[in-house]
């Protein structure tokens, strides 16, 4: 199963990036690119333990929607976003915050596993993970810049 590991040091203090983390506006905002947009469940503010939200976005030009709960939550350290349905076999997201040097360091694990067993597995390594990268990588940087500064 494709991991990903992602580590951001964002200037601002941990409970703040976790309250950004679970909010659904700012995700609506960091993934305006692919027009990312809630279609049922919480519809703005910050989700909660089993609070579900189900996004529809383009990517690839294609249109997906996911329906993902929260299943993990321990305020400010972690908490863990799961697919309840969408396009993956498989979806698991772990978001940890660390106290670090002027602010957090946020950590993501991403595990997922993809349809189509052999051939999801080959899209995974072709493409498909470098693609999740760069999304976590995008959503992370909108979020350094959107979270209050550390002082």
């Given at each position: 199963?494709?991991t990903?590991?992602?580590?951001?040091?964002?200037?601002?203090?941990?409970?703040?990036?976790?309250?950004?983390?679970?909010?659904?506006?700012?995700?609506?905002?960091s993934?305006?690119?692919?027009?990312?947009?809630?279609?049922?469940?919480?519809?703005?503010?910050?989700?909660?333990?089993?609070?579900?939200?189900?996004?529809?976005?383009?990517?690839?030009?294609?249109?997906?929607?996911?329906?993902?709960?929260?299943?993990?939550?321990?305020?400010?350290?972690?908490?863990?976003?799961?697919?309840?349905?969408?396009?993956?076999?498989?979806?698991?997201?772990?978001?940890?915050?660390?106290?670090?040097?002027?602010?957090?360091?946020?950590?993501?694990?991403?595990?997922?596993?993809?349809?189509?067993?052999?051939?999801?597995?080959?899209?995974?390594?072709?493409?498909?993970?470098?693609?999740?990268?760069?999304?976590?990588r995008?959503?992370?940087?909108?979020?350094?810049?959107?979270?209050?500064?550390?002082?």
């Amino acid at each position: 199963m494709p991991t990903i590991v992602l580590t951001t040091r964002v200037p601002a203090p941990v409970e703040a990036c976790f309250a950004l983390s679970l909010s659904v506006d700012a995700h609506t905002a960091s993934m305006s690119a692919s027009g990312e947009r809630v279609v049922a469940g919480v519809a703005s503010g910050e989700m909660g333990p089993g609070d579900t939200v189900t996004w529809r976005a383009r990517h690839f030009g294609v249109p997906f929607t996911m329906t993902s709960r929260i299943t993990e939550h321990d305020a400010p350290a972690r908490f863990v976003d799961e697919q309840v349905s969408g396009p993956f076999r498989r979806w698991w997201h772990e978001h940890r915050f660390e106290v670090a040097a002027g602010g957090t360091l946020m950590t993501d694990v991403v595990r997922y596993a993809s349809p189509a067993g052999a051939l999801g597995r080959a899209v995974d390594r072709a493409v498909l993970t470098g693609y999740l990268t760069r999304l976590l990588r995008t959503r992370n940087r909108w979020l350094v810049e959107a979270a209050p500064r550390q002082g």
